[in-house]
């Protein structure tokens, strides 16, 4: 089972230190949230594992072996997919046809702007976006164009689609942002699905705490582009010192609503 190991990784933009020797460990079947107040580094440290952002200093690995070198098409190709708080699915083709193009990259190895050369899917991605389907709860909406489907349904294929990659490590970026109750609580069914069914490794950025105590295993806080605190979520939610923080309030005078953004 894959496991992600990002060790001191630093990062710097227009001659600003942005993120100073970021370690982390997601292990496999394990959901694991970074944590911080907009502006900590949350999704600079996702680009940088990603490949998308340059890093200063670093290693990062997946069961071991380094891919701190590989650009980021490598990366993917090597396992390692993400979601954006944008879903950019494709509006107008099917929850199947979404599905499928994912599948297929993650099958042939290849980028979104080459599934044109491919005239017919493959048996594996068929498979995979079957099995997809059953696993996600997606069955009703097969045949369904993206578009016609409510916000929640959105943020389920998003992640659904991810799944279909076949991914070694999942990143999710605020996969619960501006979502309903009902949606959210969609998306916790679905994130503990990735972990407990496809036995993934997850590093989840949110803000909503709901979410992150109903998922999160272990939690790390970044503040200033660096880590101040890590492990398991409860204890490091309920530390004093996290709480003073992270949550900008004295001990005893929180309500752990959302950590910085609106619900
Ligand atoms: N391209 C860029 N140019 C200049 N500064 C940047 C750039 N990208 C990020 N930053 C800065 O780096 C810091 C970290 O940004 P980042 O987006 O990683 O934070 P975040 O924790 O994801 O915040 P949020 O919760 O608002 O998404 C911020 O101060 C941001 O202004």
Redesign the pocket.
């Known amino acids: 089972m894959p496991q992600l190991e990002v060790r001191d990784l630093s990062v710097e933009?227009?001659g600003?230190r942005?993120l100073s020797d970021v370690s982390l460990t997601v292990p496999p079947r394990t959901v694991v949230g970074l944590l911080?107040?907009?502006?900590?580094?949350?999704?600079?440290?996702i680009?940088g594992i990603i490949g998308y952002q340059k890093t200063v200093a670093g290693t990062i690995s997946i069961d071991g072996r380094a891919v701190d070198r590989f650009g980021a098409a490598r990366r993917a190709r090597a396992g390692i997919t993400r979601t954006f708080q944008d879903y950019l699915l494709f509006e107008d083709l099917t929850v199947e046809e979404n599905l499928l193009c994912a599948a297929e990259i993650g099958v042939r190895k290849i980028l979104a702007r080459d599934l044109f050369r491919f005239g017919r899917p493959s048996a594996a991605a068929l498979e995979t976006v079957e099995r997809v389907i059953e696993t996600h709860g997606l069955a009703r909406y097969r045949t369904s164009r993206v578009e016609q489907l409510s916000l929640g349904w959105h943020a389920r294929v998003n992640l659904a689609r991810a799944a279909a990659q076949s991914p070694r490590v999942l990143l999710l970026d605020?996969p619960a942002a501006a979502l309903s109750l009902d949606a959210r609580h969609a998306v916790v069914d679905t994130i503990t699905t990735l972990r407990d069914h496809d036995g993934l490794p997850i590093l989840l950025?949110e803000?909503n705490l709901d979410v992150i105590g109903a998922v999160c295993d272990l939690v790390y806080i970044?503040e200033d582009?660096k880590v101040v605190a890590s492990g398991p979520t409860t204890e490091v939610l309920d530390s004093d010192e996290v709480r003073a923080i992270y949550f900008g309030e004295q001990p005893d005078d929180v309500e752990l609503e959302t950590a910085g953004?609106p619900v």
């Open positions: 933009i227009g600003h942005i911080g107040a907009n502006g900590a580094g949350k999704s600079t440290t680009d605020e950025v803000h970044l582009g953004v």
